[in-house]
T-cell receptor, first 115, second 115 residues
Framework: AQSVTQLGSHVSVSEGALVLLRCNYS??????LFWYVQYPNQGLQLLLK??????LVKGINGFEAEFKKSETSFHLTKPSAHMSDAAEYFC?????????????FGKGTLLTVNP | DAGVIQSPRHEVTEMGQEVTLRCKPI?????LFWYRQTMMRGLELLIY????????DSGMPEDRFSAKMPNASFSTLKIQPSEPRDSAVYFC?????????????FGPGTRLTVL
């Protein structure tokens, strides 16, 4: 079974500051890893994903994440926060290979950006 | 593209009433997911369809919940009878193949309140 732990249910940063949202996963087999973003009153939208290959993954809106197998982590970063980044962010994991459709989501991290 | 369409966006009902939530997946997608989001439990997969066939309904809370997908462009999630603890946001999502690496596209959700 897979599991995801997002450290910090709420992260607050100033506009222009570094954004770091932490995600650690547990998986008995190589994982596929995802970050989704949810804006108020909307559904989830994919930011980026890691399946195979390069461990540093770039996504939309300037976000990136690095898969670190030794640390079982997939932290999300953005060099400079913008007010429009305020949203809830979800890390998710599934097993690699085959038709493994079942995503396990973390509890989410609410990002607040202060002017 | 229209994206995943859900209706209604908001539903307020009284305990004991039947509730039907509707979803139209993205055209050409053969996998459909129903999720429930609550503060306490986060995002939970209720049921997964592939090519209109229910593959995994292990997340359906109890017999009061049922889901159908009569064709590739329509699915329903029904709760009968509804209870206050069913209050949540229900999301429908679709993906092109249902494989683990696929992006899931989420609808805007239906916010259900059971009084």
């Amino acid at each position: 079974a897979q599991s995801v732990t997002q450290l910090g249910s709420h992260v607050s940063v100033s506009e222009g500051a570094l954004v770091l949202l932490r995600c650690n996963y547990s998986s008995s087999v190589p994982p596929y890893l995802f970050w989704y973003v949810q804006y108020p009153n909307q559904g989830l939208q994919l930011l980026l994903k890691y399946t195979t290959g390069a461990t540093l993954v770039k996504g939309i809106n300037g976000f990136e994440a690095e898969f670190k197998k030794s640390e079982t982590s997939f932290h999300l970063t953005k060099p400079s926060a913008h007010m429009s980044d305020a949203a809830e962010y979800f890390c998710a994991v599934t097993r690699s290979g085959g038709s493994n459709y079942k995503l396990t989501f973390g509890k989410g991290t609410l990002l607040t950006v202060n002017p | 593209d229209a994206g995943v369409i859900q209706s209604p966006r908001h539903e307020v009902t009284e305990m004991g009433q039947e509730v039907t939530l509707r979803c139209k997946p993205i055209s050409g997608h053969n996998s459909l997911f129903w999720y429930r989001q609550t503060m306490m439990r986060g995002l939970e997969l209720l049921i997964y369809f592939n090519n209109n066939v229910p593959i995994d309904d292990s997340g359906m809370p109890e017999d009061r919940f049922s889901a159908k997908m009569p064709n590739a462009s329509f699915s329903t999630l029904k709760i009968q009878p509804s209870e206050p603890r069913d209050s949540a946001v229900y999301f429908c999502a679709s993906s092109s193949k249902g494989q683990g690496s696929d992006e899931q596209f989420f609808g805007p959700g239906t916010r259900l309140t059971v009084l």
